[in-house]
Every structure is written in C-alpha cells, then in structure tokens.
C-alpha cells in the first residue's frame, strides 16, 4: 500500500513553560504524524497537552526544541514574517468562540483573511461556501447578533475562503448546544470528504471525536496510542484507560 501524504508532523517536540523545579512540560518529547485528507481529532485528559500540541502545529506557539512542519516546511526555521504569511496561506483556524472581530459584519470577518493577504475573495467559492452553510441571510450582522452556531458556521467559512492546505479546530463545539454542535460537525467532516481539507481537532467529547478518522489519544505529553474509525464507546473506553493509575507511557511516533 502507497503511504498516506505526511501534512503535519512534530518530531520530538518538546513545550516548556517557565524555568526551574517550577517548569511546567507540557509537551515531552512527542513525535506524531497527521495525514493529508483525513480528518484527525486529538485527545487526552486534562493537562495532556493537546491543546498546547494543536498550537505548535499551526504555528501559533513555538516549541522550545524539536520540529514542526507543515508538508516539507520546517516551521521552527521561519521567521515571524514568513510563518505569518504561511499561517495565512496555508492554514485555516476555528477556534471555541468564532474569534470573530466584533465591529465586522460576517461577511467582513469571512473575508478578513483574504483581504490582509491583499487578494480578492474567489466569489464563486465564496457563494458556494455561504450557500453551503447556510448564512447567506446574515452576512450583513454584527457577530453580536449571530447565535454561537451561526458565528462558528462564519468561522468555517473564513477558515476555509483561502482554501488551506490544513484546518486546525480547538474545541469548536466547546460553548455549543447540541444541535449547533452536531452541525459544525457535520461541516468539518464535509471540509475532508467534499473539499479535500486536512482537519485537525482537539475536542474532550467522544462523540465529537467519533466524526473522525483517527484519534490520536494524548497524556502527559505524550502520545498513547490511536483509534481508527473511532466509535463513542471505544474512545470513551481508551480515555478511561488513560487516566488510570498505571505508568505513564514512553515516546511513542504514531504514524497514519
């Protein structure tokens, strides 16, 4: 069998916050590999350091040693310029509240991205994806005057407009009630079979997860292991098994 593309990788990658016996490792020493086309959710319990993980890996933190790259980039060799405009060329974000700009309208917000680029919206993929998620009537509103589905529905849309290579999503459904939440997921799972995106999510409900292709299960900055075409039992089960009083597990790389 032909090897899945490689989109995303952290090679052991090591985050450290502060100095001395009172240095917090978030991530040690952790080597894993995200493929190209599928949609990859990331877990673990609490402090894990899988939110700290999906930062390094869009460029919005950086490691203090090992390596990130996105397809063959080294994203610890660019300077702050450079991993900018690779950010915003190559990646889209939906984070748990939209992170939308409060004094734009929607339609401002989709484009923003694009915009600071200084290139012009593709309209015709523009449409499809206003169309697509169904906010065509509220691009004129304020995000204030949006309901949480509806600013992350404006999230996706801004997120995919440049067409990404790979979209990172940190507890998108976190601050969602079900039915907004089982849409947005049903949005990101479109985004891999209909568009042909990477999607990499960091989410605590096994139900979110089992929209997935793969989980790639985390603990104490570590990988542990990974479910393929995960059910809700299974994950909820491996998670079980992670906060278990057991040891915890050495450097694992977790290939597609």
Excluded at 35 to 42: E, L
Excluded at 184 to 207: E, F, N
Aim: glycine share 10%.
């Amino acid at each position: 069998m032909t090897p899945p593309v490689v989109a995303a990788a952290a090679v052991e990658l090591v985050r450290s916050y502060g100095s001395g016996p009172g240095a917090v490792r978030a991530l040690a020493g952790i080597s894993l590999y995200i493929p190209s086309g599928r949609f990859t959710a990331v877990m673990g319990p609490s402090g894990s350091g899988k939110s700290t993980l999906l930062h390094c890996l869009a460029g919005l933190d950086r490691p203090t040693s090992g390596q990130v790259l996105l397809g063959d980039t080294r994203l610890g060799e660019l300077d702050d310029a450079a991993l900018t405009r690779v950010r915003r060329d190559r990646m889209g974000f939906v984070f748990q509240d939209g992170n939308l700009l409060p004094h734009l309208s929607a339609g401002e917000n989709i484009d923003l991205a694009v915009t600071l680029a200084g290139r012009r919206p593709d309209r015709a993929w523009r449409n499809e994806l206003v169309e697509r998620l169904g906010i065509g009537n509220r691009l004129r509103h304020l995000p204030s005057e949006l309901s949480g589905g509806q600013r992350q529905r404006v999230a996706v849309a801004r997120a995919l407009l440049g067409r990404p290579e790979i979209v990172f999503a940190d507890e998108p459904t976190g601050a969602l009630d079900t039915t907004s939440g089982r849409e947005l997921l049903g949005l990101l799972r479109a985004c891999v079979d209909d568009y042909g995106q990477t999607v990499v999510m960091v989410t605590h409900d096994p139900l979110a997860a089992s929209v997935s292709d793969q989980v790639l299960l985390l603990r104490d900055g570590l990988a542990a292991g990974r479910l393929d075409r995960p059910a809700p039992d299974a994950v909820l089960a491996a998670l079980g098994a992670l906060t278990a009083d057991r040891p915890a597990p050495r450097t694992t790389v977790v290939r597609a």
